[in-house]
């Protein structure tokens, strides 16, 4: 089955900081989606891509749909303290009602 | 807006009793829906997920079980708790025009 390679697990930053996760794929995907989860919450989806080269802002997040649609990749720039949390990228393939998860990135901001 | 509701929010359940989890959606119709569970600390299991009314999958065999009695409304159900079913339960849709899913605010479920 597909797998999901996310790196990094996890990241000690200082504020101000920018910071850059990616995922890979052992196939391809049709759509890469990246999502933040704050403790006891749901995930909350950050960037869809939808396209091979696509790359999407959010605010102080950017994230691209890699050429050969096996990866992606998210960066976050000048980091502030509400960026902590788990990040997590998905990938979907067209007519599968499922998608796969990456082991999430956790993030961390040093005072 | 498109919504996802969970209840309850958190649950303290002692071995070997019934579980009822519920999971409703607002503002769309005949979404896919999805269980997953996730063990502190770690990433999203799929349980099962619905495409339609009675139509249920299930991804791990395990005490659990899943059911989509109308359209918007899914539950996730058990006869009876292992204590390896606590965690945290979310539920997620999607729409018929995308893969993008989306997630409710989850249910903190602790077996004792």
């Known amino acids: 089955g597909q797998q999901l390679n996310q790196s990094p697990q996890s990241m000690f930053i200082q504020e101000g900081e920018d910071v850059s996760m990616n995922c890979t794929s052992s ?38 749909f890699g050429i050969t649609r096996k990866d992606s990749f998210l960066n976050i720039s000048a980091s502030i303290p509400s960026d902590v949390g788990i990040y997590f990228c998905a990938g979907a393939y067209f007519g599968n009602e499922k998608l796969t998860f990456g082991t999430g990135t ?6 | 807006s498109q919504t996802i509701h969970q209840w309850p929010a958190t649950l303290v359940q002692p071995v070997g009793s019934p579980l009822s989890l519920e999971c409703t959606v607002e503002g769309t119709s005949n979404p896919n829906l999805y269980w997953y ?13 619905s495409v339609g009314i009675g139509q ?5 065999p395990q005490n659990l079980s899943a059911s989509r009695p ?15 079913d ?3 339960y979310l ?22």
């Open chain 1, 27 to 64: 196939s391809i995907f049709n759509t890469w989606l990246w999502y933040k989860q704050d403790p006891g919450e749901g995930p909350v989806l950050l960037i869809a891509l939808y396209k091979a080269g696509e790359l999407t802002s959010n605010g102080r997040l950017t994230a691209q």
């Open chain 1, 106 to 111: 956790r993030l961390t901001i040093i005072p």
């Open chain 2, 37 to 49: 569970r996730q063990a502190a600390g770690r990433g999203l299991q799929l349980l099962f997920y």
């Open chain 2, 56 to 60: 249920i999958s299930s991804e791990v």
């Open chain 2, 70 to 84: 109308q359209d918007r409304q899914f539950i996730l159900s058990s006869k009876k708790l292992l204590l390896s």
């Open chain 2, 86 to 88: 606590s965690g945290f």
């Open chain 2, 91 to 112: 539920c997620a849709r999607t729409s018929r025009s995308t893969d993008t899913q989306y997630f409710g605010p989850g249910t903190r479920l602790t077996v004792l």
